[in-house]
């Protein structure tokens, strides 16, 4: 396959050539065209390192199949799933069950290995796991926090097998129960969601992210923290070598929106104030952040219209990530090479995926093409998640055209004149193989 006149982030207008699964050759081809890409805008499909797509378990919710076209059509080419599923990814057996049922992927996928008191880490390690994680130093959904000994234990052992450890970093001895029990007893939408804010408190992510560091300096453990929300405790990790990652609602939502949101926006750790979010985002923008990952959660809307104390957290989101950072980018809040950087070039590079993360010859022929000048409006009725909502309903998107996982072609949108919008099969292979 032949994509001509495509634009690069960096610039570079190049053709790109695909011979089976990689890329063959990128600069100027010549050549009949399969794709003419007419200056539009080629980046590495993104690689998605925190996703909850809910198989085994919550079927509801999500399945890889749902899941990972979602995963197509926002762009993301790689997802790692978490092992808070039922039965959890703990095990040899809960491992093996997940690896079956990922086979439905149609992006490439990664699959993480949890830690409960009673998990197996000699079959979990045994197995081709992505990292150990995301580790739960205070409950979320699945309920799998565990105390400070279990996670030197299990920091000791990760640094023992060479896994990187990622670690869901909230404190439960510092959460305020007084602003939660307080709370006003609305559903859904018209729930008291600030309180759940005001509940898991900042103080509680930077003391845990400090701590988590401190256990992974002193066994030598690489050690990744997810979903960092506070500038506090992104600098703390980077201080301490640790990585991080940012989630997209922690970017472009704050409590201010929780108002509009409700329930709808109660996630793990929580949303934080306008001055926070963007002390976030200049981190992001200034590379101090690793990547950004979605922690898409996807929860039904009977079962985010209750109470905020009933409400499950999280949010889906691994469509819409690369979309509204490139919506960003067009408003001039970051550079598009940024953009690849974060979604794709670091976390190959961090969770060391050599084929994937970059449009260069020789690499995996993971692509999505983008229209920058069309920018739309995003609705959640027309996302690809079970989920049917989105806490980013009316938020600019700039959505992939076509999208690529090595060679096949895993999505191609519709257009206005009648062709429809269209999904390949399932081609997902399992990145540690
Ligand atoms: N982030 C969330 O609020 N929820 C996640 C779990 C998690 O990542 O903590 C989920 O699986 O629903
Ligand atoms: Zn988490
Ligand atoms: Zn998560």
Redesign the pocket.
């Given at each position: 396959m032949l994509i001509a006149n495509a634009t690069l982030a960096n610039g570079r207008t190049v053709d790109v050539r695909v011979e089976g699964e990689r890329i063959d050759a990128v600069g100027s081809l010549g050549g009949e065209p399969d794709v003419d890409a007419d200056g539009k805008l080629l980046l590495p499909g993104a690689i998605d390192a925190?996703v909850?797509f809910r198989e085994p378990g919550f079927p509801h919710k999500e399945t890889w199949e749902t899941g990972s076209r979602s995963a197509a059509a926002g762009g993301v080419t790689t997802v790692v799933d978490?092992p808070?599923t039922d039965p959890p990814t703990v095990d040899g057996a809960g491992f093996d069950g997940k690896a079956e049922l990922a086979r439905e992927s149609y992006v490439d996928y990664g699959i993480n290995g949890g830690v409960i008191e009673d998990w197996d880490p000699d079959e979990l390690f045994d197995r081709p796991l992505f990292a150990l994680g995301?580790v739960?130093l205070a409950d979320?959904?699945?309920e799998m926090g565990i105390d400070a000994e279990l996670f030197e234990e299990a920091v000791g052992r990760a640094a023992a097998e060479d896994v990187t450890v990622t670690v869901?970093a909230e404190d439960a001895t510092l959460f305020d129960e007084d602003a939660l029990s307080n709370a006003g007893e609305g559903v859904g939408r018209d729930a008291d969601a600030d309180a759940w804010s005001t509940y898991r408190s900042a103080d509680a992510e930077v003391r845990a992210i400090e701590r988590a560091c401190e256990v992974g300096s002193g066994s030598g453990a690489r050690v990744h923290v997810?979903?960092t929300t506070t500038p506090e405790g992104i600098d703390a990790a980077s201080e301490a070598g640790a990585t991080c990652e940012v989630c997209p609602h922690h970017l472009f939502l704050s409590r201010d929106d929780l108002d509009d949101l409700g329930t709808y926006g109660r996630?793990?750790p929580p949303l934080r104030n306008e001055e926070r979010r963007e002390a976030v985002f200049e981190r992001v923008r200034d590379g101090t952040v690793d990547l950004v990952a979605t922690?898409h959660?996807p929860?039904t809307r009977e079962e985010k219209e209750t109470g905020i104390r009933e409400a499950?957290?999280?949010v889906p989101g691994v469509e819409t990530m690369v979309p509204l950072l490139l919506a960003a980018a067009e408003r001039g809040e970051l550079s598009r090479e940024r953009v690849r950087d974060l979604t794709a070039t670091n976390p190959a590079r961090l969770f060391e995926l050599p084929r994937k993360g970059e449009v260069r010859e020789g690499m995996d022929a993971d692509l999505a093409l983008y229209d920058p000048e069309r920018v739309e409006t995003i609705r959640g009725e027309a996302l690809h998640s079970k989920a049917g909502w989105t806490p980013f309903e009316g938020r600019d998107g700039v959505f992939p055209e076509l999208t690529l996982v090595r060679g096949s072609v895993v999505y191609e949108r519709g257009e206005a004149d009648g062709k429809d919008e269209a999904f390949g099969g399932a081609v997902g292979r399992n990145v540690r193989g």
């Open positions: 925190h909850h978490q808070n995301e739960f979320s959904t699945g869901h997810a979903h996630m793990n922690d959660a929860h499950p957290s999280g």
